[in-house]
């Protein structure tokens, strides 16, 4: 049924319906079909074999797939089409077409690494053991899964064709498509799809993740397009955040208390966005010479990649950035910025005990570089760590975040010792009021509304608002279920 062609138009959620991962929506059109993004499942165990069940939808005959922007939950199963027999067009903005290289590659490797770990039981240490947590027995029992490898990722890199903002491109006679800048991360996109109907033009405006209305770092989002049918995220549709700590004025506050100490501090971020963000504020804060003789690296090298991306185009930033960037001036860059590429020159930062600012992955202390920082640093009270933002529940930081008095990693055990601060505002999504801000100020039309990309409380909540407030039609779709345009 999803894989033929109809008179009719339809959408059918194929994830992120009542969730926020494994993004991935049809748009079936009686000109051609399209998919928009296709991400990964994250989260438990049960929630990665997830990625295994891809629904059939005709994948061979697609017309192009979209992707709005480089984070895994929308663009890591990419990797998966040349196995489903899909060689459509890739069609992305063209810094996303710079970021997926790495960021599939990275995948399919880290695919390969977790089964490895998980046969010889080597994989990351990472949880609470004071107070106790209960064990899940699914997490010990179920192998990781190999969705793709690195020859995959050769292959349908060739599929990829990066496109301007702002310009329509032909997909097939009668079905065409137009970037929007989305303001999340550098290179996100919010997708129009426009086609020709009996005369008539039809069109649907899939959001993608919106960054906030007011990003520190890039440059407004655009206002919506007159559009007959939006498909909207909603991940903090149910809440507005506090931004009042996302300023450099507390990061620099955190800095000069622990830097009296001698302590160093650990911020652990994920590569594209967050990181951005708040190497964005030690910039300001180096710039003011607000440091506190701080030194800040960067251990994460995909961050870093994003890091250039933003002195190469002015065009996609705020304000001040942009006229730096203009100047050739690299607005994320600063003397005491140590840049970490490689695990031996991490392993050297790790052991080093001069003060310093380390931003590393995993953003929620589950896996990566950050965990070797982490155990140098969390059992002396000298030292902080600063979650600049969301933790997952379950996860370390999370456990962490709460007050946890003792974790496990893979170097032993260690008490918790260490300062912990919670800075809110980092986030590079949409609140409550900045999703209604979106749909408020459009350019003209009565759009339908169907909400994604949100767990099922905060899609209630936001569908709540935006028919109260904005007297719009909202519905929130099940996956697979087609819904009639
Ligand atoms: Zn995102």
Redesign the pocket.
């Known amino acids: 049924m999803l894989g033929r062609l109809s008179a009719s138009a339809t959408i059918t959620l194929l994830g992120a319906a009542g969730e926020v991962t494994g993004s991935c929506t049809l748009l079936h059109t009686p000109r051609g079909r399209v998919v928009i993004d296709f991400g990964l499942f994250q989260g438990t165990p049960a929630q990665e074999q997830r990625n295994l069940l891809v629904p059939e939808i005709g994948w061979a005959t697609l017309d192009a797939v979209v992707v709005t922007?480089a984070?895994v939950?929308?663009c890591g199963r990419i990797g998966m089409l040349p196995k489903l027999g899909c060689d459509a067009p890739i069609l992305c903005t063209q810094i996303t077409a710079e970021l997926l290289p790495r960021v599939l590659r990275s995948s399919a490797n880290l695919q390969q690494i977790r089964v490895e770990e998980w046969r010889d039981g080597t994989g990351p240490v990472a949880r609470v053991v004071d107070p106790p947590q209960p064990i899940v027995p699914e997490q010990e029992s179920l192998m990781p899964p190999v969705l793709y490898g690195t020859r995959d990722v050769d292959q349908v890199l060739h599929q990829v064709r990066g496109i301007h903002y702002d310009v329509w491109h032909e997909i097939r006679p009668g079905l065409r498509i137009r970037l929007h800048d989305a303001s999340?991360?550098i290179g996100s996109a919010s997708v129009e799809v426009a086609w020709d109907d009996a005369g008539a033009t039809k069109s649907v405006l899939f959001s993608g993740?919106l960054g906030p209305h007011h990003n520190p770092l890039l440059r407004e989002r655009p206002q919506l397009s007159p559009v007959d049918t939006v498909v909207m995220e909603s991940t903090n549709g149910g809440r507005d955040i506090p931004r009042s700590t996302a300023g450099p004025e507390a990061l620099g506050a955190v800095l000069q208390r622990v830097s009296a100490k001698g302590g160093r501090i650990l911020i652990p971020t994920f590569s594209l966005?967050r990181a951005q963000l708040v190497q964005w504020r030690l910039a300001q804060l180096a710039r003011a010479g607000a440091l506190h003789g701080m030194g800040v690296c960067v251990d994460a090298s995909l961050a870093l990649r994003a890091a250039d991306l933003h002195l190469h185009h002015p065009e996609l930033l705020a304000d001040e950035a942009r006229v730096m960037a203009e100047a050739g001036q690299d607005p994320l860059g600063f003397a005491n910025l140590t840049k970490v590429f490689n695990r031996k020159h991490s392993l050297k930062i790790s052991a080093a005990t001069t003060p310093a600012v380390i931003l590393a992955g995993s953003g929620f202390l589950d896996a990566g570089p950050v965990l070797r920082h982490l155990a140098s640093l969390v059992s002396e009270d000298r030292h902080a760590i600063v979650f600049a933002g969301h933790q997952l529940p379950g996860s370390l930081g999370q456990g962490v975040l709460s007050g946890a008095k003792a974790i496990e990693l893979k170097e032993g055990i260690f008490e918790v010792k260490c300062e912990t601060v919670h800075l809110e505002g980092y986030s590079?999504h949409a609140d409550r009021s900045d999703l209604l801000h979106w749909l408020e100020s459009r350019e003209g039309g009565t759009p339908r509304v169907l909400l994604n990309h949100g767990e099922q409380s905060s899609r209630e909540a936001l569908g709540a608002d935006i028919r109260q407030d904005l007297g719009l039609s909202v519905e929130l779709p099940s996956q697979l279920i087609p819904i009639s345009l």
């Open positions: 922007h984070h939950d929308h999340h991360i993740d966005g590079g």
